[in-house]
């Protein structure tokens, strides 16, 4: 097929297929078969483009080389059987992203793609003509310091994403077994930046001994009202007040024993938050001041990984340079969204993920682990040109999770819902 042919394309990416133990796992095969199936009553001018991450080859240890495109082939034939299908009628372009970058270092991968109708392209930026306009298109893992590939292309120039991967990403997967659910094998579903504040929530609501966790659940939902009692403490001590205003007053003598209670609990909170509260704020402080000493640390903290600011940039230079370039499409990041940030009303528009994702939810009240809610976003987007206009389609595949989070997790975040992810019109024209 000519490539000036195509006049219609399919973007997807991250579908991050395969893994250690529990990340083989695949929650999306019927949907995305039947993604698939559809694409293959398309014209023979219809391009499908996997945008990078297709598998999950860092996440994937206990196999090596080309084997691992074997080993994840025959536990997700469906899907593979459907590719073969469509490809018969389409055009299947894979681009490689980080987690898959093996597909950049041998050729025997190209093949072996071939026999299911993919064609690899290892090219970091793909351009596409729509009309006198062209897309712009790359996974973005480039414009990632933590995964990008100073020599693209060596099989040993391996960015830190890949040993972070390794260590905690392919680790989690193989002992996931071991959990109270096979909550770990969900990792890669949820930011860099949030992990260790997610295993800590899972390790709270999941793992920690029962008993443990009910001896700490009031003290923790007391935190707050702990805090107001010191408070009121420190105006009884200098003198303000008389008595401390928290413990004697109309309502708190009403309650009888359960004041008594409250009051055993509070005082210990106190203490435990004087004793310990006041020195790990000193060890912070000093850290913080530690780690910008080793440049770790900026004036605006921690720099955030998942951020979008560096392919917008990306997207703004690509536009000035060329102003040809319509649409900058790139994945990487799993979060879904469609932007005019061009000076000529150009398009960046990001593929997302069909993973599942995790949101984050604070809990009501006290200083419990925030809850982390499940939900899919499976989605594609298609670029065509239409009388002579490019138009973008966007459509969500409706799923629903599985019911997952326990009682408790629902109770401390009863009437709090998960942020919305960001809108993205169903349709955008952009004159040509």
Same mark, same amino acid.
């Given at each position: 097929m000519q490539q000036d042919a195509v006049r219609k394309y399919y973007f997807v990416s991250d579908l991050h297929m395969g893994g250690d133990g529990q990340l083989q796992h695949c929650d999306y095969t019927a949907e995305f078969v039947a993604f698939l199936n559809q694409l293959e009553k398309e014209g023979p001018d219809t391009e499908l483009l996997i945008v990078g991450d297709t598998f999950g080859f860092w996440e994937l240890t206990l196999v090596r080389g080309v084997e691992k495109l074997d080993h994840i082939i025959a536990a997700h034939q469906a899907i593979f059987d459907q590719l073969y299908a469509t490809?018969?009628?389409i055009k299947i372009t894979m681009m490689v992203g980080n987690h898959d970058y093996d597909l950049a270092c041998n050729a025997e991968f190209a093949a072996k793609l071939r026999q299911y109708n993919i064609h690899l392209d290892t090219s970091l930026v793909l351009i596409r003509a729509v009309g006198d306009k062209k897309i712009w298109i790359e996974h973005g893992q480039q414009r990632d310091e933590f995964n990008a590939f100073r020599d693209y292309g060596s099989p040993y120039?391996?960015?830190?994403?890949?040993? %972070?991967?390794?260590?905690?990403?392919s680790g989690a997967s193989r002992h996931s077994d071991f959990g109270k659910g096979d909550w770990l094998k969900d990792i890669r579903s949820v930011g860099t930046m949030q992990i260790p504040d997610w295993v800590l929530s899972n390790y709270f609501y999941r793992e920690m001994s029962a008993v443990l966790r009910w001896v700490l659940l009031p003290f923790l939902l007391l935190a707050g009202v702990t805090m107001v009692a010191i408070a009121g403490e420190l105006l009884r001590i200098v003198g303000i007040f008389d008595y401390n205003i928290l413990?004697?007053?109309?309502?708190?003598?009403?309650?009888? %024993? $359960? +004041?008594?209670?409250?009051?055993?609990?509070i005082a210990i909170n106190s203490i435990f938050l004087v004793l310990f509260?006041?020195?790990a704020a000193v060890v912070q402080h +000093?850290?913080?001041?530690?780690?910008?000493?080793?440049?770790?640390?900026? +004036? /605006?903290? $921690?720099?955030?990984? +998942?951020?979008?600011?560096? /392919?917008?940039?990306?997207?703004?230079?690509?536009f000035q340079t060329d102003g040809s370039v319509a649409v900058f499409v790139f994945g990487h990041t799993h979060a879904a969204f469609l932007k005019r940030t061009g000076p000529a009303g150009q398009v960046v528009m990001n593929t997302g993920t069909w993973l599942k994702l995790l949101h984050r939810v604070p809990v009501r009240f006290g200083l419990l682990p925030a809850v982390y809610y499940p939900s899919f976003r499976l989605n594609y987007f298609c670029i065509e040109n239409e009388d002579n206009r490019l138009v973008i389609t966007y459509v969500a595949v409706p799923k629903t999770p599985e019911r997952e989070l326990t009682w408790l997790q629902r109770l401390v975040t009863l009437g709090r819902a998960p942020r919305s992810s960001e809108a993205v019109p169903a349709r955008t024209v952009v004159d040509l």
């Open positions: 490809g018969t009628r120039a391996l960015p830190v994403g890949y040993f %972070i991967t390794q260590t905690f990403v413990f004697h007053n109309p309502l708190m003598s009403r309650l009888g %024993i $359960i +004041d008594n209670v409250l009051q055993v609990v509260g006041v020195p +000093d850290l913080k001041r530690t780690l910008g000493r080793f440049r770790l640390l900026t +004036d /605006y903290g $921690i720099p955030n990984l +998942d951020s979008e600011e560096s /392919y917008l940039r990306a997207a703004q230079q690509v």
